[in-house]
């Protein structure tokens, strides 16, 4: 090799590198709850909804949380219906929840679609109902020598998304 031919090369690979640290690398932190779409879909498909119960709090079963859910209508799903996720979620070998897909102290459990559409409707219409009562009552105890107004607005916000400590 000449001397501008190995002068020219090693440019070639100086720019090549130079490109390589310029790259733009993105990070999001992992989504610990996160449910893969195929098994959302899957689930859909079947009419079911998938959500994450807690099972333990503080390293004690949560039997009273549990039991409500249960009453509502979740059941537990098995990891033969999400083999997808048995590289990242542990399955429950003994005790009160033996086979369930677990992650860390929360469990996955399915609903029908529409039992869970009912659920919340009426959970809706009940903290409208209490709404209005409050309206009302503020209403009666309305005087005129000390008016009062209600310019109180509200909303829907979606919960805020977990934070795990590590």
């Known amino acids: 090799m000449t001397r501008n031919t190995l002068k020219q090369a090693r440019s070639e690979t100086n ?27 899957r689930f859909a498909d079947e009419g079911m909804i998938l959500r994450w119960l807690r099972i333990e709090i503080r390293g004690k079963e949560d039997i009273q949380n549990v039991g409500k859910r249960l009453q509502d209508g979740w059941v537990f799903v098995t990891p033969e219906e999400v083999p997808e996720m048995s590289h990242n979620s542990l399955v429950k070998n003994e005790g009160r929840y033996a086979g369930t897909v677990c992650r860390g102290d929360l469990g996955l ?24 009562a409050v309206n009302a009552q503020l209403e009666n105890q309305n005087d005129s020598r000390m008016p009062i107004s209600n310019s109180s607005k509200s909303s829907v916000v979606q919960g805020r998304a977990p934070n795990f400590q590590k």
């Not at 459990?109 to 709404?131: F, I, L, N």
């Open 109 to 132: 459990a399915k609903m029908p679609a529409g039992k869970a559409e009912a659920r919340k409707r009426y959970y809706e219409d009940r903290s409208r109902e209490m709404m209005d």
């Open 15 to 41: 720019r090549e590198t130079e490109q390589r640290s310029y790259e733009e690398y993105t990070f999001e932190e992992p989504d610990y709850l996160a449910i893969p779409d195929i098994i959302k879909d």
